[in-house]
């Protein structure tokens, strides 16, 4: 039997969870910036500080990450942003 000691224990995120991924949101002209904060703010539980710097960089650069996390939690994001039709991609 091994001892604690000689036990290694794998903390490579990659070999638990896979590569993570990416929740890439667009420039939206459709929707205010008060509207895609809130709504950031739903999909990815930040804060409001946050959401605004998501949201200035996707209006300023074209594009943002919005989120960074395990495909699911992904897929959760992105379709919260899709309830108000923002324009988003995983990669």
């Known amino acids: 039997m091994p001892t604690l000691e000689s ?4 903390t490579n995120t990659t070999n638990l969870f896979g590569t993570p991924h990416n ?3 667009f420039n ?5 910036m ?4 809130l ?8 804060d409001a500080g946050r959401a605004t ?6 209006h300023n650069m074209g594009r943002a990450i919005a989120f960074t996390g395990p495909l699911e939690r992904c897929e959760m994001v992105e379709s919260v942003l ?3 039709k923002l324009r988003t991609e995983i990669q």
Do not use: G, N, Y
């Not at 036990?7 to 794998?10: A, C, K, V």
């Not at 939206?28 to 205010?32: F, I, R």
């Not at 709504?39 to 930040?46: E, G, N």
């Not at 710097?53 to 996707?58: F, L, P, T, Y």
């Open 7 to 10: 036990t290694e224990i794998d």
């Open 23 to 25: 929740v890439i949101l």
């Open 28 to 32: 939206d002209e459709a929707h205010s």
């Open 34 to 37: 008060d509207e895609v904060v």
């Open 39 to 46: 709504q950031l703010m739903k999909a990815t539980r930040c």
């Open 53 to 58: 710097q998501i949201m200035m960089e996707a």
């Open 82 to 84: 899709a309830e108000i």
